[in-house]
Every structure is written in structure tokens, then in C-alpha cells.
């Protein structure tokens, strides 16, 4: 597959949708809402699979024609799973937990295909090194801003990227969108 077909991006996220312009994917993005409560005893990638599914497939409901991608990204650390952070405190406590380790980040991509009419589903796990913060880093990091609106409190491609000291796997998916995955759940 040389052509990459028009897509609708199930996202408000501009991360998402920088990737996708940056390696030239054609796409619109049609925001949807879901509850992104994570289930009792919900492991991280069956959650992470689950909200891009219901993401795909609510904006599928909503438009005709072009092909549907949904993906949720989330941080694993001790088993722990880091969401969004509810306030600087949990940004803070979030970085803490990871500052001088290795985590996991899981991104779920979901394809609602319109020729199939299915929807393919995977997942892509990467580990990222945080090195250690100091606690006016860690002050200067949460008083910015940046941790706010990402999983597990960070932006590996803007300001955070200064405390990653080491990344195993794919860079896209700790940014929120494994590249690589994406074409090969349209390559088939």
C-alpha cells in the first residue's frame, strides 16, 4: 500500500493530528466524546483498545463513507495505570512515581474499515526512561502547564523531552499515535 487513503481522525488531540501531517496521511478529525472511565480490573491494553474502539466507532456513527481512526493512549508504572492528571498535585505525584525509571506507555488504534465493515483493533507498547527530577524541575514542569492534558503527566515531544534519558520502541506512540501500526491495520 503506497496510497494512503483519507481518513476521519475520532480525536480533538493536535499531537495526533501533527503526526498525521507530518508523514502526510490525509485526514479530517471529528472530536467525539465517550466516558473514559476505566473498568474494574480493565488491564491497560484491553482499556487503551476499548476507548479507541468506542472512539472509531462513534465517529463512524457520524459520518459516511471515509474510513474511521480511533486511539487512546495511557501510562503503566508498578502496575499503575496514569491517566490525565486531575490537578498539578496528581501531575506531580505522577512524576514523582516515574521520575528515574523505566514505564510503559500503550497507545490502542482502532480502524473502523468502510469496505470490510470491520473494525480492526491493536495496540503498541513502548518504554520510555524518565531520569530523575529535582523537586524545582518537577516544580517548574507542573507550573508550565505541559502536564495537564497527557497520559502519565508528560510530553515526550515538548518540554518533558528533556528528562527522557532512554525510549525502547516506537517514538509516535509515547507522542500518541504508532505510526507504523496505523498502516499496518490498513495494510491488512
Same mark, same amino acid.
Given at each position: ?13 493536535? $499531537? ?36 479507541? +474502539? &468506542? ?13 474511521v ?5 495511557? !501510562? !503503566? ?23 528515574? $525509571? ?6 490502542? !488504534?482502532?480502524?473502523?474499515? +468502510? ?9 503498541? &507498547?513502548?518504554? !520510555? ?20 492534558d ?11 523531552a ?5 525510549? $525502547? ?10 505510526? $507504523? ?8
Amino acid at each position: 500500500m503506497t496510497d494512503l487513503p483519507k481518513i476521519i481522525l475520532a480525536s480533538a488531540s493536535p $499531537r495526533r493530528a501533527e503526526i498525521l501531517r507530518t508523514i502526510g496521511w490525509p485526514f479530517d478529525a471529528l472530536a467525539v466524546h465517550i466516558d473514559e472511565s476505566r473498568r474494574q480490573d480493565e488491564s491497560a491494553a484491553t482499556y487503551v483498545q476499548r476507548l479507541a +474502539r &468506542e472512539k472509531a466507532e462513534t465517529a463512524a456513527a457520524l459520518t459516511a463513507g471515509l474510513n474511521v481512526v480511533g486511539a487512546d493512549t495511557t !501510562v !503503566v508504572i508498578d502496575d499503575q495505570i496514569l491517566e490525565k492528571p486531575l490537578d498539578a498535585d496528581d501531575a506531580r505525584r505522577m512524576l514523582q512515581l516515574l521520575s528515574g $525509571r523505566w514505564h510503559k506507555v500503550l497507545t490502542g !488504534v482502532a480502524v473502523v474499515d +468502510r469496505t470490510s465493515t470491520e473494525t480492526r483493533v491493536a495496540y503498541q &507498547e513502548t518504554e !520510555v526512561k524518565f531520569a530523575s527530577m529535582s523537586t524545582d524541575e518537577l516544580d517548574w514542569y507542573v507550573a508550565g502547564g505541559e502536564p495537564m492534558d497527557k497520559a502519565g503527566g508528560y510530553a515526550i515531544q515538548g518540554q518533558g523531552a528533556r528528562f527522557i534519558e532512554g525510549i $525502547r520502541g516506537d517514538f509516535f506512540n509515547v507522542v500518541g499515535l504508532p505510526v $507504523r501500526l496505523l498502516y499496518e491495520l490498513f495494510a491488512g
